[in-house]
Each structure stands twice: as C-alpha cells, then as structure tokens.
C-alpha cells in the first residue's frame, strides 16, 4: 500500500496543482532538463575530471599489480630453489620457508587490491554524484532566474516521468519553453576547449528526471 501511495502521491500533487482555480492567474513555463544538463559546459568539465582521476586510479591499480606479479614470479623461483637436490637439507628448508613467507605477501597484497579497486571505485561514484548535484543546482538557479525575470509561476520540466515511468507532462505547445534561453546563459561564459565533445571514458555524468 505504500508503494502505490509512492507512486501515486506526485502524480495526485501535480494534477491538483494544474486544476487549482489559480491556475488562470499563473504564467507556466516548461524546460527540457535532459538538454540542460547535457548541454551545459560544466558536465562535460566535470567528466574531463572524472577521466583524469580515473587515470591516476588505473595507474597506481597497475602498478600494485605488476608487483604482485614479481611476487608471484619470485615465489615460483623459491619453489623451484627448494627443490633442488644439489643443495643441503637445511638450505632446502630455509628456502622454503622464504617461499612460505612469499606467499604470505602475496596473499596480503591481493588483499590489499582488492580493497584498493573497491575504494576507487567508491571514490569515482562520489565524486560523479557530488559534480551531478552540484550541476543541477546551478542549472536551477539559472531556471529559477530566467522564470523571475519572464514573470513565470511555475516551471516544469517536460522530460520528467513519475515513479511509474509514465510523462508527467502530457502536452505542450512549446511557446513558453525556456530551454534555449538557460541553456545560453549557462554557456555564456564557456572556455572555448570545452565546447568540443569530449570522449567519454568513465560512465558518462547522468540525470534521472523522476518525480519526488
């Protein structure tokens, strides 16, 4: 039951407010916040950053694994040392303990990769989702003043899907949509560079347009 109330909650606030009597006195205007943000000069900063920080991870993940190998090779190499029958008794066994000590290492290092690869990745999606939240409140606030400034009421973003993936908006004209104009604003004072598209090599910074 509370799913459903969930669900059905935005849906039942938005249909209210768009039949409130008031509704006639309001100036709506919509935005396409997919274009938005993905338009914006700063997300595709954001991903440069995210690319580069991604870099220096892969690097050091690397390096801890190239050494992790030369343990593994030395480990062979002590194995192989021991078993030698042109050695004595005791150097037989000293050489095996070292490859038991070897081993050792190596299982602590594959620990310590592991946690290593799980804490990156730990760190990409909180620095992808604080870059995304911040984005988006400035892509607001630009909303936010294009409305003022054109006396609109409401704004509402015409890609947005309720909790059950249906439109929340089902129709409009289009003649009082502001995307254009925030989008330009945003951009105005864009460094040249960053309006070339850039490859996208960690999962690309994305918005869910979902009601509450």
């Known amino acids: ?8 909650l935005p849906a039942v606030l938005f249909l209210t407010i768009l039949s409130s009597p008031a509704l006639a006195q309001q100036k709506i205007a919509t935005v396409d916040m997919r274009k938005l943000f993905d338009g914006y000069w700063k997300k595709k900063q954001a991903e440069t950053a995210l690319n580069e920080r991604k870099a220096e991870l ?25 078993a030698d029958q042109a050695i004595s008794a005791d150097e037989r ?23 290593f690869e799980r804490q990156a990745q730990a760190t990409l999606s909180s620095q992808s989702e604080r870059m995304r939240s911040d984005i988006l409140k400035e892509i607001q606030a630009a909303v ?7 006396g609109y009421t409401l704004v509402v973003d015409s890609t947005a899907s309720s909790a059950s993936q249906t439109p ?45």
Do not use: H
């Open 144 to 150: 936010a003043t294009r409305a003022k400034a054109g």
């Open 168 to 212: 929340v908006m089902l129709y409009t004209d289009g003649q009082n949509d502001l995307t254009a104009a925030v989008l330009a604003q945003l951009n105005a004072g864009a460094p040249i560079d960053l309006n070339k598209p850039a490859e996208s090599v960690v999962p690309a910074l994305t918005i869910t347009t979902n009601s509450p």
């Open 58 to 82: 892969d690097k050091e993940d690397r390096g801890f694994l190239d050494n992790l190998q030369k343990a593994r090779d030395d480990y062979q190499k002590l194995l192989d040392s021991a």
């Open 93 to 115: 066994d000293k050489r095996k303990q070292a490859a038991a000590n070897k081993y050792a290492d190596i299982k602590d290092s594959q620990t310590a990769i592991v946690q």
């Open 1 to 8: 039951m509370k799913d459903v109330l969930r669900f059905l």
